[in-house]
């Protein structure tokens, strides 16, 4: 079985610009969460869509957006890049009672 | 609010020499603690997860204990691969499935 698959893996964009990051999902999961991973705060929940729905929200501004499609892809976008947006961005996905959630390699964003 | 502390930051061990990471939880009713490895550069990879109270379990050089305040990750006679870090997280009854992540603790191991 294939795991999390993100795309771009590596991403270069400077400040005011937006950008799009993908989440393919281990195949029969409907839960994929997304994350914020910087060494000064360390894993941080940004949100997490199941059956199209957004189910769960973390506390970030509304710069950050996301959305599930009916297939469970899942992409994530970033308006009006920050310099402080820099950081590892991973998706996961999850399914059943267990609620194991699997990760990708995750999308280097670097904000110039 | 959930809780997940991870101790120590960082350690260094020399190959061959066994040691233990902490994780301590405040959480309101466990549903389970997980632990995750992740290598520099890439996501966390799933290793276990506990669900009570004196429930252990085994991978290798690695074993993962559980009580009602902390978690246990014991290594045995590490290798120079089993350099990472590792991640706690703990998924609390009730509300949402997100689990809520400690910072980790990074290790080194020295041939």
């Known amino acids: 079985k294939a795991g999390v698959t993100q795309t771009p893996r590596y991403l270069i964009k400077t400040r005011g610009q937006q950008v799009t990051l993908s989440c393919s999902p281990i195949s029969g999961h409907r839960s994929v969460s997304w994350y914020q991973q910087t060494p000064g705060q360390g894993l941080q929940f940004l949100f997490e869509?199941?059956?199209?729905?957004?189910?769960n929200k973390g506390n970030f501004p509304g710069r950050f957006s996301g959305r599930q499609f009916s297939n469970s892809r899942s992409e994530m976008n970033v308006s009006t890049l920050e310099l402080g947006d820099s950081a590892l961005y991973l998706c996961?996905?999850?399914?059943?009672?267990?609620?194991?959630?699997?990760f990708g390699a995750g999308t280097r964003l670097s904000v110039l | 609010e959930d809780q997940v502390t991870q101790s120590p930051e960082a350690l260094r061990l020399q190959e061959g020499e066994s040691s233990s990471l902490n994780c301590s939880y405040t959480?309101?009713?466990?549903?389970?603690l997980f632990w995750y490895r992740q290598d520099p550069g890439k996501g966390p990879e799933f290793l276990f997860t506990?669900?009570?109270a004196g429930e252990e379990k085994e991978k290798e050089r690695l074993k993962a204990t559980l009580t009602k305040k902390e978690s246990f990750l014991h290594i045995t006679a590490p290798k120079p691969e089993d350099s990472a870090t590792y991640l706690c997280?703990?998924?609390?009854?009730?509300?949402?499935?997100?689990?809520?992540f400690g910072r980790g603790t990074s290790l080194i191991v020295h041939p």
């Open positions: 997280a703990v998924r609390a009854s009730g509300g949402s499935y997100i689990p809520t």
């Open positions: 959480v309101s009713g466990l549903r389970g």
């Open positions: 996961a996905s999850s399914s059943g009672a267990k609620n194991i959630q699997y």
């Open positions: 506990l669900y009570s």
């Open positions: 869509y199941f059956s199209e729905t957004q189910r």
